[in-house]
């Protein structure tokens, strides 16, 4: 039993429900879900591979931060 109250043969009952309704659509459907997954990926990876760049372009000052004297 599945925790929103759901058994097996229910589950199972709907998803043939869905097959029947949208299983034309599903080929396209789990196409454009994959692509959308690709570029999902592929902007996660842009964005960690900036961060990265960013990492190493700043330098580290051993002396800690300066303040102006006064």
Known sequence: MLALGVGHWELFAILIVAL????SRLPSLMRSLGKSVTEFKRGLR????QVEAAG?????????????AG
């Open 46 to 49: 842009e964005v960690e591979d």
């Open 20 to 23: 029947l309704l949208f299983g």
């Open 56 to 68: 190493e372009g700043e330098k580290t000052d051993d002396e800690g931060p300066s303040y102006p």
